[in-house]
């Protein structure tokens, strides 16, 4: 069983694990993390690694940032 959580109170390791202990095989914080890797379609989701237990997918705004700067480059270089 996997977790999206959305709080924003469980960025880091040791916070998130109580959902581990509690039984869940994987969970997604839907927030900056304090400690986590972090990993965002088309950015950096090639480097997931199944045996990552925890992982953040960034915060709403992380994620608009970086799609938009990722826009930009691609305009700017080619």
């Known amino acids: 069983m996997m977790l999206m959580e959305p709080t924003a109170v469980f960025t880091t390791m040791k916070k998130s694990g109580v959902y581990l202990e509690g039984g869940l095989k994987k969970v997604t914080i839907l927030a900056s993390p ?33 799609s938009l700067m ?9």
């Open 34 to 66: 304090a400690d986590l890797s972090m990993f965002m379609m088309s950015m950096n989701h090639e480097k997931y690694k199944n045996s990552l237990k925890v992982i953040s997918s960034a915060s709403c705004i992380t994620i608009c940032l970086a």
């Open 70 to 78: 990722k826009l930009f480059i691609t305009i700017l270089t080619s």
